[in-house]
């Protein structure tokens, strides 16, 4: 599978964005999703994941109560809602997939994700 993620951009703080990430090759359904992001002298971080089934969510620390993901099996996407952003949250966010995942499993360290989208930046300005 192969992951273009797209949606990012420059806003204010306690504005919105949505990030999508559109795969293509073989179907999402296959996989465990996260989103990670990445700041500017930072390691790389978990922002959230998604099973396979879509049932099951769990995010960040940073983001929690702010940030939902989803996604649409049918057409392919993950989606990362952001509510009420914050200069912390200015990164590069990257779209990742999880072969041999099961259902409603959620995977939360990076090194579980095979594939990589090509990651999209958020801005955040005060």
């Known amino acids: 599978v192969q992951l273009q993620a797209s949606g990012g951009g420059l806003v204010q703080a306690g504005g919105s964005l949505r990030l999508s990430c559109a795969a293509s090759?073989?179907?999402?359904?296959?996989?465990?999703l996260g989103w990670f992001r990445q700041g500017p002298g930072k390691e790389r971080e978990l922002v959230a994941i998604?099973?396979?089934?879509?049932?099951?969510?769990d995010y960040g620390d940073p983001v929690k109560g702010r940030f939902t993901v989803t996604r649409d099996n049918a057409k392919n996407e993950v989606y990362l809602q952001m509510n009420n952003l914050k200069p912390e949250d200015s990164a590069v966010y990257y779209c990742?997939?999880?072969?041999?995942?099961?259902?409603?499993?959620?995977?939360?360290?990076?090194?579980?994700?095979?594939?990589w989208g090509q990651g999209t930046q958020v801005t955040v300005s005060s």
């Open positions: 090759g073989r179907a999402l359904r296959h996989y465990g």
């Open positions: 998604i099973s396979r089934s879509g049932g099951s969510t």
């Open positions: 990742a997939a999880k072969s041999n995942a099961i259902a409603s499993g959620l995977y939360y360290g990076a090194a579980n994700y095979g594939t």
